[in-house]
């Protein structure tokens, strides 16, 4: 995986600040708890605390800010697809040999009908190329 502003990555480097600001302001609250006498009575007055909840709003902002800072960074990844994409090239022979007779009607009228039928077989996306040749090679164009 690349980066493609991998300088915003530095954003990530503030948020270890910002959590032990919060665990700061955390530990500043219970300085200033209200010093009772009675515990029996406080059980009874004060409502339970919530505990750990208190502090699954922070946590979930300090996620959401680390994923801000990464999404700034624009990520990317290279993957490779298979493509459903065929080449065919067909060469075929045009020469005064291919007008014998020994398969019906003629070894070219053979090589053409089996070409067609390749052709047919084949799936939509593939590219089919045509070389004849006979004494030289030439390139069929449509």
């Known amino acids: 995986m690349t980066f493609a502003l991998p300088v915003a990555l530095l954003a990530l480097a503030g948020l270890p600040a910002l959590a032990a600001l919060y665990w700061l302001a955390q530990r500043r609250r219970r300085t200033y708890t209200v010093r ?3 515990l029996a009575l406080l059980g009874q007055v004060a409502p339970r605390g919530p505990g750990l909840r208190r502090h699954v709003p922070a946590a979930l902002l300090l996620l959401a800010l680390a994923a801000l800072a990464v999404s700034f960074a624009r990520p990317a990844a ?6 459903e994409r065929s080449n065919v090239m067909l060469v075929v022979d045009t020469s005064g040999s291919m007008q014998a007779t020994d398969v019906q009607p003629t070894r070219l009228d053979a090589a053409r009908a089996a070409a067609k039928s390749l052709v047919d077989a084949l799936p939509p996306n593939a590219s089919v190329g045509l070389v004849g040749f006979s004494a030289t090679a030439y390139l069929w164009r449509p």
């Open 36 to 38: 009772f006498t009675n």
């Open 78 to 83: 290279l993957v490779s697809v298979p493509k």
